[in-house]
């Protein structure tokens, strides 16, 4: 499978704990994305990178989340002190973005389902 | 920021039938518009996208127009079939590789 991919699929911690998901883009793809998505809603936007460097964070990512992508490959997204407000879907995508020519759609990840008890 | 708006959030249609979804948003700098489908427990995929330089764009069944001085667009399918039941995302960003703001999503059933 050459699409983005997102482990773990689900995530079950308890209240307090940390927990670190992983997101690997399409090979070459240089933008990577965050979204949260609870139920009911659209995705919301958390974070992007340009290869990487973070170019944006959202208010919504409190202190208690950071993310990086070190290499300009894969990205970890990590939350601290998890609550139960932070129980929803965490998805990636990537995109290539070369110039005005080369501009391609975001490709979304299946997603990591987090559930904080 | 920029705030995008679908309604309403189900709709249900016989097979066969047209369905249009609305969308409005409310940053007029926003310039690109894609439509994601989104079936039970899988990924948001795009299905088609429109930029701000045209008003309509067609993909066999799917359509998607914009009307830039009224900040709405809508996704138009035709003959529709029991696979297009999804939940369908509408998006707005400046810039087609930008962040994405999407609206709350609408529940589409095709009913055989």
């Known amino acids: 499978d050459t699409g983005v991919s997102q ?56 202190d208690r989340f950071s993310a990086e992508r070190p290499k300009g490959s894969f990205s970890t997204l990590e939350i601290q002190r998890t609550e139960q407000g932070d129980s929803a879907m965490y998805l990636c995508a990537s995109s290539l973005v070369r110039g005005i020519l080369v501009n391609t759609e975001a490709f979304f990840g299946q997603g990591t389902r987090l559930t904080v008890v | 920021g920029e705030n995008v708006e679908q309604h309403p959030s189900t709709l249900s249609v016989q097979e066969g039938d047209s369905a249009v979804i609305k969308c409005t948003y409310s940053d007029s700098a926003s ?13 948001p995929q795009l299905i088609i996208d429109i930029r701000s330089n045209v008003g309509e764009k067609k993909d066999q069944r799917i359509a998607v127009t914009l009307n830039k001085t009224a900040k709405h667009f809508s996704l138009h399918i035709t003959e529709t079939q029991p696979e297009d039941s999804a939940v369908y995302f509408c998006a707005a960003s400046v810039g087609a590789n930008s962040k994405l703001t999407f609206g709350k999503g609408i529940t589409l059933s095709v009913r055989p």
Request: proline fraction near 6%.
């Open chain 2, 31 to 43: 310039n690109y518009f894609p439509w994601y489908k989104q079936e039970l427990g899988k990924r």
């Open chain 1, 7 to 62: 482990n773990p699929r689900h995530k079950i911690t308890k209240r307090g704990q940390n927990v670190t998901f992983r997101c690997d883009p399409i090979s070459e793809h240089n933008r990577l994305y965050w979204y949260r998505q609870t139920l009911g809603q659209g995705p919301e936007f958390l974070t992007y990178f340009q290869n990487e460097a973070q170019l944006e964070k959202s208010r919504l990512l409190s």
